[in-house]
T-cell receptor, first 115, second 117 residues
């Protein structure tokens, strides 16, 4: 089975540009999580969805960030306008239903650089 | 207060020896879960092992075991017979279940393990 798929793997953009990160969760998983990893702040949860519905977006830094999940197999994280401090690795993770452990399966990440 | 504390920013271990990576946690919930993830230099996050708060036995997965001491609120990862491929960042994480689980994970800052040949 394919794991969590993220695209692009690397993104370099200029300040002020719109950036869209994409994620395809593992088929059958009903939870989807977006994380951001930086050296300073470590791994932070930005937002998560259950059955395509956003449940908790309290980790989203500010209004420049938005996330959608139009169907069970696709999610986007958009930054508009981007700023240099948004440079980080962004991970998407998914989780199967009805599992006691609630372990999350991570995608390979998107390394974003904003110049 | 930090929910997950990993006090060792970096660790060295000789190949074939065992190593313990420390993790302490802070929660007032009775039901929770503890996880360890590995992040090699390639960047992906790899799930290693899980311990539930009600599990009486320490979790084991191959060369990984979790030394769970509930009263001390510690969940140390033990890697036996270290291999060069074990060199990576290791993250401890906790899932809290306040009245109904959502499966959120809170991660520690990580420990960088280097295995010496």
């Amino acid at each position: 089975d394919a794991g969590v798929i993220q695209s692009p793997r690397h993104e370099v953009t200029e300040m002020g540009q719109e950036v869209t990160l994409r994620c395809k969760p593992i088929s059958g998983h009903d939870y989807l999580f977006w994380y951001r990893q930086t050296m300073m702040r470590g791994l932070e949860l930005l937002i998560y969805f259950n059955n395509n519905v956003p449940i908790d977006d309290s980790g989203m830094p500010e209004d420049r960030f938005s996330a959608k999940m139009p169907n069970a197999s696709f999610s986007t994280l958009k930054i508009q306008p981007s700023e240099p401090r948004d440079s980080a690795v962004y991970f998407c993770a998914s989780r199967p239903p009805d599992r006691d452990s609630y372990e999350q399966y991570f995608g390979p990440g998107t390394r974003l650089t904003v110049t | 207060a930090q929910k997950i504390t990993q006090t060792q920013p970096g660790m060295f271990v000789q190949e074939k020896e065992a190593v313990t990576l420390d993790c302490t946690y802070d929660t007032s919930d009775q039901s929770y879960g503890l996880f360890w993830y590995k992040q090699p230099s390639s960047g992906e996050m790899i799930f290693l092992i899980y311990q539930g708060s009600y599990d009486e036995q320490n979790a084991t997965e191959g060369r990984y075991s979790l030394n769970f001491q509930k009263a001390r609120k510690s969940a140390n990862l033990v890697i036996s017979a270290s291999q060069l491929g074990d060199s990576a960042m290791y993250f401890c994480a906790m899932r809290e279940d306040p009245g109904g689980s959502q499966g959120n994970l809170i991660f520690g800052k990580g420990t960088k393990l280097s295995v010496k040949p």
